[in-house]
């Protein structure tokens, strides 16, 4: 074989982009205002003990309508009054500290994962772009972060550890976080169990292995800071690895499998998803499907760039997909949220 027909070969001793200042100015600007947005969401509804909007409960068409016209006012002054109470207030400060804290750790973990997977096989990509959002449109203060390839991927080997390199890592790092979160929680009285709050968050095959393995039983525990890190986490874990479009999944189905089945396993994971949503809204008020299905059906209109060797993965790949999806299974919950 010549040199252009061996990609790995030929990306071996190429020259990877260096990240400039501007850029590395950029990119932890975004951190700190990701890191700011999250501690901001962790203390405030759900996750936190700080209420939000005064109860509202407009019945006429003209309420309906002045309720919506000082909506933004109200948003305003929610997080006005939100980030006074972090300034006032240690405890909630604190609080809001060990959310965002360990969620931000996973959402690095995750996201360098992808990145020195990126470099060891020579392919450009940029540092991660953290994705601040205002508290409870993005309920986590976040949507997380992503990287952006640059350069074309030499294999389908470089595919799929580029692919799952994120979301392993970010498991990993979640699991001390779950821990503490479990170990850590208080049980629910009688009377909160017989009446919930207007939130009931769905724990995770994982949250309720973890729970058994220390005697902590998330079903009758009372959430707290570390214990919602680890579940947003495992969300973001669970949706990257839905197998549509360029989310990690994607990425590894494409390895394994080949176009054909990735092009197909977006479809189904979209028509799947979208049929949760709306069950999940009829039965269980639960409107979280939504945002996911919105997301497959753009990635489902996503070509993936096809790599340039399109030799098969070796047995050991294949078993880590197994492990990957494992830990999909592990990490998804069909309705997020419910509202009571």
């Known amino acids: 074989m010549t040199e252009l027909e061996q990609p790995e070969l030929l990306y071996r001793d190429r020259q990877v982009l260096v990240p400039r200042t501007g850029a590395w100015v950029r990119h932890i600007l975004l951190l700190v205002i990701t890191f700011f947005t999250a501690t901001l969401a962790g203390s ?10 005064p109860e509202a409960d407009p019945q006429t068409l003209q309420e309906i309508f002045a309720f919506l016209l000082t909506l933004p006012e109200r948003y305003v002054g929610l997080i006005a009054g939100a980030v006074a109470n972090l300034y006032n207030n240690p405890a909630h400060l604190i609080y809001g500290l060990e959310f965002s804290v360990p969620l931000i750790f996973i959402l690095i973990c995750h996201e360098m994962g992808h990145y020195i997977a990126c470099r060891i096989y020579r392919v450009d990509a940029t540092l991660p772009f953290f994705l601040p959002t205002p508290p ?24 799929f550890d580029i692919g799952v390199a ?32 207007p939130i009931t968050f769905t724990d995770p095959l994982f949250m309720r292995f973890i729970g058994a393995l ?29 197998p549509s479009g ?32 709306v069950l999940g809204m009829y039965f269980f008020n639960s409107p979280s499907g939504f945002l996911i299905a919105i997301i497959l059906a753009v ?21 880590i997909a197994a492990v990957t999806a494992v830990i999909f299974i592990l990490s998804f919950v069909p309705f997020p949220i419910r509202v009571n």
Not at 46 to 51: C, E, H, K, T
Not at 299 to 319: A, C, E, F, G, S
């Open 246 to 277: 360029q989310l990690d999944g994607g990425h590894a189905i494409y390895a394994v499998f080949g176009e054909r089945v990735h092009y197909w396993t977006g479809r189904i994971a979209f028509a799947l998803m979208a049929t949760l949503s």
């Open 166 to 197: 994120g979301p392993i890592a970010g498991f990993v790092a979640l699991i001390p976080i779950a821990i503490i979160g479990l170990a850590t929680m208080e049980t629910a009285s009688a009377a909160q169990l017989s009446s919930p709050g």
């Open 44 to 53: 405030m509804f759900p996750f936190g003990p700080f209420d939000t909007f």
């Open 136 to 159: 409870m449109i993005g309920p986590a203060g976040t949507f997380g972060a992503f990287i952006k390839i640059l350069s074309p991927m030499p294999s389908r080997k470089a595919v």
């Open 214 to 242: 220390i005697g902590s039983d998330p079903t009758i525990g009372i959430g707290n800071a570390f214990y919602f890190a680890a579940w947003v986490g495992l969300l973001v874990t669970a949706v990257n690895l839905i």
């Open 299 to 319: 990635m489902m209109r996503i070509r993936h760039p096809q790599p340039w060797d399109m030799t098969p993965l070796d047995t050991k790949r294949k078993l």
